[in-house]
């Protein structure tokens, strides 16, 4: 089993006290359990712990090293509960989460998800961008440069997740509409040497591609940078970092569809608290969704946009 794990307490002196009197002695914790260890997860923790810092209440944020493991997922929220946390926020890999979350339920913790939803009555709300909008937004400018004629290929994530599934159905409805023709699509996941093989064979007949999130996002382009191709056709991924901002701005990569992962964590441990705060239960699931912006180099300076691209961590 890989994972990864941070601890963050927000007051030292009850840091102090859960250490002398054992795990199960913190009440005011909450678990975050993100789908993986890429940076959009690395900004929902800086968010995540700027809540925490604002309430008083201690973060436990432990994660899959790679995206998509749900086994781990279910095993970490164990850990979750060991630790002695009240809610959980999740990024659920697979719909295995759901019996889960109605198994915390009956324990008294409350559970909300954050990025994507895989369903379930027991979940207390929903924190995310709207996901099938967003691949619409994707497939809209690409059907805009190309004037409503070329072939575009799809990498999607392996295994799949509820939210790059959504963006990737939104995404080719749009190209569809617009004119365009899929003519690759293939769920290639994060792996290098993978990708790079499928795109050295796909490429004479592509003349763009869309990749649904951070870490095919970033693969796709170090393997058209392998293969003297970043630039050559339109790219059109998902999320952000110092890396995909310059290669924005190069021209080797065309457009980005920007999510908001600070508020995605700090707006999700500010609703959990209030709920452990208050000891409500929602009578049913609420939907929070978060604006998403297509960010291309003609916007690309905007301060607004730069906040999102290159948000910096913060301890």
Request: charged share 20%; with cysteine; glycine share 10%.
């Amino acid at each position: 089993m890989q994972f990864f794990t941070r601890v963050r307490w927000a007051n030292p002196l009850l840091a102090v006290c859960a250490l002398l009197a054992g795990p199960l002695a913190a009440k005011e914790c909450i678990g975050v359990v993100p789908a993986g260890g890429h940076i959009f997860w690395t900004q929902v923790e800086a968010g995540a712990l700027q809540a925490a810092r604002e309430t008083g209440v201690d973060i436990y944020f432990r994660g899959p090293n790679r995206e998509g493991r749900v086994e781990t997922q279910l095993q970490l929220i164990d850990r979750v509960v060991e630790r002695g946390c009240k809610a959980l926020i999740i990024a659920p890999s697979g719909t295995e989460i759901i019996a889960k979350v109605s198994e915390l339920k009956a324990r008294g913790i409350l559970s909300f998800y954050i990025d994507r939803d895989v369903g379930g009555a027991d979940v207390q709300a929903v924190i995310a961008s709207n996901n099938y909008q967003a691949g619409q937004l994707a497939g809209q400018h690409l059907g805009q440069v190309l004037g409503g004629k070329g072939r575009v290929g799809v990498i999607g994530m392996s295994p799949p997740a509820a939210s790059t599934d959504e963006r990737q159905r939104g995404f080719i409805q749009a190209v569809k509409a617009a004119g365009l023709r899929i003519v690759f699509d293939q769920a290639l996941g994060d792996d290098p040497e993978v990708t790079f093989s499928a795109l050295r064979a796909q490429l004479p007949q592509l003349d763009a591609l869309f990749t649904p999130n951070d870490s095919t996002t970033r693969v796709t382009h170090a393997a058209l940078l392998r293969l003297h191709a970043a630039g050559q056709l339109r790219h059109v991924g998902f999320d952000g970092g110092h890396l995909l901002a310059d290669a924005l701005g190069n021209g080797q990569l065309d457009a980005m569809v920007i999510q908001q992962p600070y508020a995605m964590g700090y707006r999700s441990v500010r609703l959990a608290q209030r709920a452990l705060r208050d000891q409500r239960v929602e009578p049913r699931r609420r939907q929070i969704e978060l604006e998403v912006m297509l960010v291309t180099r003609e916007n690309l300076d905007r301060p607004e946009v730069k906040e999102l691209l290159v948000l910096p961590w913060r301890p």
